[in-house]
Every structure is written in structure tokens, then in C-alpha cells.
């Protein structure tokens, strides 16, 4: 034993090289994932050639791996059994897609809640009726969205089905649709000539294969909150009597997004519409 002591380690040596606490090298010892070697005291000691093996383990455990998952992971490592070991990998990766599908859906639907309570606040604090919408000037950050042209005049239901065929294209399901905000898009050419028809349909996010893109300009917005379930032609001729009666003139395309208090769902009195417009004030030219 004594010949060997200086190429070994005491655990707290271990741990202090690997910066975690002891009694984890100790589980994985009992565990079985690395061996020790007694001394005449009963202490336990390790070589240090097996702190890479260390490093090794806390990683597969720091990514997800189970204790049993990388004892097989090793066991195929000293059987050069490497196709197991990547179909291991493989189902993980899926894990972590779907986790990650859960969370950005979840956040959709926080940044919804937390946008339909602003639209609620905004009505408390003006003590106005709901059918009459709120206006409001707002600034925003620059944004890339991902568009699709409309066929024109095509109904609701025949909308959808073109942008989930257009989605598929790029190797997108309709499943970003719950991830992600979107809606549609008035150039400002065809509103001006009282033309509300939506002429595109915007995702707010960057499909990397989609060269269509629209850049959502940083600057003041004009913006109108409504119920879906108020919502019509007449609510544009508001929205741009509000912005003439404030002081502003319309500097680009109008944007229309709809917004559930929940997730996506068919209760109009649980949506409300959000049209935006870039605008400049009157008073500033």
C-alpha cells in the first residue's frame, strides 16, 4: 500500500479536484460506477487515472443520464459497443426536444395570460366599456418575423390549411403555431384605400429555411386591444380615428394578432385582437 500512496487520492482530494462534495464520489462508489482501493485503516483511496472516468460520470449524470443508464453507457464503452451508446444519445436528444417544445409553449401562454391582464388593467384603470377597445402609443424593439403571402379572399378555415402546407416546407408542423405568436399583416397600401383584407400571415420567429422575412421595425406603435368577439371592419375606422385624434399619422403595414387568455381556444370572450401600427407624431415634423 505504501509504495502506491503517491499516485493515489483521498476522496476529499477528489472532490476538491472535480469541485463537488465528497459523499457524491462515495454514492457513486457504492453505486458502482468506480472502485476504490482500502488501506490498512479502512480509508478509501482512488488512482488518479480515474478522475477523467469522474468527469465522464457527472457529466451523463449532469445531462440527464439515470445512475443504471451510465453503468451501460460504460459497459458499452469497454465493449466498443458504440451504436448502442449513440441510440442512447439519440432518445435523450428527444427528451430534451420535447421538454423544450413544453417550455416554449408555456411561455407563449404566460406572455398571453400576462397580455390579456394588461388589456384587463388597462379597461379597470380607464373605466371603459369593453366594446369600446382600448388605444394606447407604445414603443417596441426591432423584430425578424417569418412570413407567408395570403391567396386573396381565401376563408378563414382554407387559410390555415395553406400555412400548415407552407410550414411543411420547411420542415415545420403545426405544433410552432402553439409556440410562437403570429397573425396577420394589412399593407398599408391596402388599408389606405379602406381595403381590410389581410395580405400576409406573420410567425413570430425566424424559420432559418424560410427566405421570406419582415422586419418589425423599432420605433412608437400605435395599438388597439378589442375583444374578439367585437371585433369587425368598423374597429379599423376606430383605430384610425384614434390615431388622427392623438396627434399621428400611420408609418407602415398594420399588424393583427389574436391573444387567448389560455392556450389556443375557441371562446371568443376568452381572446382579445391586438392591431398594431407603426406611427409618427404629427407635432414632431
Known sequence: MKENRNELLTVGEIAEILGVNKN???????????????????????????INSLREIL?????????????????????????????????????????IENIERNRK??????????????????GKRREEGIFDIQN??????????????????NTEKHIIREL???????????????GYIISQKNYLNFDYNYSKFFLKNDVELCQNK??????????????????????????FEKIKENGYKTEGDMFIENVSIFDRTTEEEDEI????I????????
Open 24 to 50: 457524491t464520489i462515495l454514492h457513486y462508489d457504492r453505486k458502482g460506477l468506480i472502485s476504490s482501493i482500502r488501506s490498512d485503516n479502512n480509508y478509501r483511496y482512488y488512482y488518479k487515472s480515474q
Open 59 to 99: 457529466s451523463l449524470r449532469k445531462i440527464g443520464f439515470s445512475i443504471e443508464k451510465v453503468k451501460k453507457i460504460k459497459n458499452y464503452v469497454s465493449n466498443h459497443d458504440y451504436n448502442m451508446i449513440f441510440d442512447m444519445i439519440e432518445q435523450k436528444e428527444e427528451e430534451y426536444k420535447k421538454e
Open 109 to 126: 401562454i404566460l406572455e398571453s395570460y400576462k397580455r390579456y391582464m394588461e388589456y384587463e388593467n388597462n379597461f379597470f384603470s380607464a
Open 140 to 157: 417596441f424593439s426591432e423584430e425578424k418575423y417569418t412570413v407567408f403571402d395570403l391567396v386573396r379572399g381565401e376563408k378563414e378555415k
Open 168 to 182: 411543411k416546407k420547411y420542415n415545420c408542423s403545426r405544433n410552432i403555431l402553439k409556440k410562437y405568436f403570429f
Open 214 to 239: 419582415y422586419i418589425f421595425k423599432k420605433g412608437s406603435y400605435a395599438v388597439f386591444y378589442i375583444k374578439a368577439e367585437k371585433f369587425g371592419n368598423n374597429v379599423f375606422e376606430k383605430f
Open 273 to 276: 385582437i391586438i392591431l398594431k
Open 278 to 285: 407603426m406611427v409618427k407624431s404629427l407635432t414632431s415634423e
